[in-house]
């Protein structure tokens, strides 16, 4: 391994929890009772996708700009201050930059809120850059983001892996060529399975990951 792209939610940092139920609980606040229908809907949605769905669907609770700023004010405040890092992720990142490889951000979150949350967990400056989806144009269901990454890094793609924790980010990566490491998260505990298949190695958590089985 030469280089290594990392997502950040749910993958180094445990925020999953809060944008699994993100919206029915986001709605609730305008005495709207959802169910837990809509967190399934708007599950890939980015923020501006999911302004656009809640204000198609919802009318009353304003314009897709008011809502996307009430949504970013909400999770500005949650991954600036609150959001915690997975077990054993300070731990992979030290190692891997400690045998010399080179590390790159691949999210489908804003850059305002990853960089917000990385910087708080003294982890920004491991990493030589960051893609998001947005900048990109398209999600992980596409390998833009991964290609892009890669090309920045400079590595070969054989020499280089994704570490994720989406099965759907996973497969996008695998079909490019990309070695790629999971890691679980209750928010794709009903796919471990398929999970587990997908990925050259796979661990529940990065405390038990030995690096020597990447390098």
């Not at 709207?32 to 198609?56: H, V």
Request: charged share 30%; hydrophobic share 40%; with cysteine.
């Amino acid at each position: 391994m030469r280089g290594a792209i990392f997502d950040v939610d749910g993958t180094l940092i445990d925020s999953m929890s809060m944008w699994m139920h993100f919206g029915s609980d986001f709605v609730r606040s305008f005495g709207i009772d959802a169910g837990r229908e809509l967190d399934y809907k708007i599950r890939y949605f980015s923020l501006r996708d999911t302004a656009e769905y809640l204000s198609a669907t919802y009318p009353v609770m304003g314009s897709a700009d008011d809502i996307e700023e009430m949504c970013r004010r909400k999770t500005v405040k949650f991954y600036h201050e609150e959001v915690k890092l997975k077990p054993g992720a300070r731990e992979l990142l030290d190692a891997l930059c400690d045998s010399g490889v080179k590390l790159y951000i691949a999210t489908a979150t804003y850059r305002q809120l990853i960089e917000g949350a990385l910087r708080r967990l003294e982890i920004w400056d491991k990493f030589s850059g960051v893609l998001t989806c947005a900048e990109i144009g398209s999600g992980k269901d596409k390998p833009d983001i991964f290609l892009a990454a890669r090309e920045a890094l400079g590595t070969e793609t054989d020499e280089t892996w994704v570490f994720e924790d989406a099965m759907h980010a996973m497969k996008t990566a695998k079909s490019c060529g990309f070695k790629v490491c999971g890691v679980y998260d209750d928010s794709e505990a009903d796919h471990k399975k398929e999970i587990s298949e997908i990925c050259d190695v796979y661990v529940n958590s990065f405390e038990e990951l030995d690096i020597s089985r990447l390098i």
